[in-house]
């Protein structure tokens, strides 16, 4: 074996550490998804990780605030905490009692209102971060969480307003802008909602949901050409996005592109066969050919990849009730109904449409 030379000049320590930095940086690490920590039936450990830390510096501020009781900042962290941890009434307790000694912390006011939009009390949410507004009208994160639980309240016109808010005071803020055009499309104001993409779109422009949003509001507009060249940018971005492929059906669906959308559908279900949203646009198009037995066989399909598919079942309906089978027809649509009471309780007509501007928007297309 052939000595190792070691220069007089080179301490044999250092020597020593660099050789084993060397031996470890030939390791690759492979950084696991968490759905993939569930089926192995363990724990992720990055998670395990971030919860000891939590429960670390809890057991420190405890310790702290026994020897400084009356430190509202710090209490305000450790509710902070306690909402990391999923322990929400615990932080909403300590932070009313924050509140109690200083009705002028908009802090505190901002983590108690998040605190009650993460454990569902909305209500309660807008109101103490409407209450940090006013005590700090520049505080990006107040304004984003108010907005969020706007969107929740379906309230759109409100998010509308914080999310400008937030990018009025960070215009580098890629998520507000994101959410800002959400509560546009909401409101069918496609206009701004594009607008507003493509100035996101400037800051990240290989966000392959971005593309796929301005896609889809050009599509509300009509502006098909434009739709088909976002839809195309989605798929060079992710080739293997079957969402994408349905979106670009879509597309070539309402330019009358029929083999061109059928194809779209097709390779979607082929690089997800389990997602049911393609074979119901696939039926929807063997509808519009007038291959109804082709049609029946792709809303099948996607009922009972999906029995929640509302339009598949409305589609199914029709497509029945082409061929004469009543009996069938009036099931599917029975089923139908069922669902969209279900997503509708307040009496409103439900949103059951698959991806936005699809072809399996009403239905229409699997009858004559």
């Not at 009356?70 to 902070?80: F, G």
């Not at 996607?302 to 027809?329: F, M, V």
Request: charged letters at 30%.
């Amino acid at each position: 074996m052939a000595d190792i030379d070691i220069n007089e000049d080179h301490n044999p320590q250092e020597y020593r550490e660099e050789q084993e930095s060397k031996k470890k940086s030939d390791l690759i690490t492979m950084k696991i998804h968490p759905e993939i920590w569930d089926e192995l039936g363990v724990r992720d450990p990055a998670q395990i990780k971030l919860e000891t830390a939590i429960m670390k510096k809890t057991r420190q501020l405890k310790k702290e605030l026994r020897t400084d009781p009356d430190n509202l900042e710090k209490q305000v962290e450790l509710a902070t905490l306690y909402i990391d941890g999923g322990h929400y009434e615990e932080a909403i307790k300590m932070l009313r009692g924050v509140i109690n000694k200083d009705l002028k912390n908009p802090r505190a006011y901002k983590v108690l209102g998040t605190a009650y939009a993460l454990s569902n009390h909305e209500d309660e949410a807008v109101r103490e971060l409407n209450r940090a507004t006013e005590l700090d009208p520049d505080d990006v994160e107040t304004h984003f969480n108010l907005g969020g639980v706007y969107m929740l309240q379906d309230s759109f016109g409100l998010a509308e307003m914080e999310f400008q808010k937030v990018v009025d005071l960070d215009p580098t803020d890629t998520t507000a802008y994101a959410n800002l055009a959400a509560a546009y499309s909401m409101q069918k104001s496609h206009l701004e909602e594009i607008r507003t993409l493509k100035k996101v779109l400037m800051f990240d422009p290989e966000n392959k949901e971005l593309r796929s949003s301005l896609s889809n509001a050009y599509f509300h507009l009509g502006e098909f050409d434009e739709s088909l060249t976002s839809a195309l940018c989605v798929i060079e971005l992710d080739e293997r996005d079957p969402q994408a492929y349905c979106n670009l059906g879509s597309v070539y669906s309402a330019q009358n592109m029929l083999e061109e959308a059928i194809q779209a559908f097709k390779k979607a279900i082929e690089i997800d066969p389990e997602y049911s949203l393609p074979h119901t646009n696939l039926g929807s198009l063997y509808g519009t050919a007038g291959r109804v037995e082709s049609a029946i066989k792709e809303f099948k399909k996607a009922t009972s990849l999906n029995p929640g598919d509302a339009p598949a079942w409305l589609n199914l309906y029709h497509a029945y009730k082409e061929i004469g089978r009543q009996e069938d027809a009036t099931k599917a649509y029975q089923k139908y109904e069922m669902l969209t009471k279900e997503a509708a309780p307040s009496g409103g007509k439900a949103d059951v449409s698959g991806i936005p501007g699809g072809v399996s928007t009403t239905g229409d297309t699997a009858s004559a």
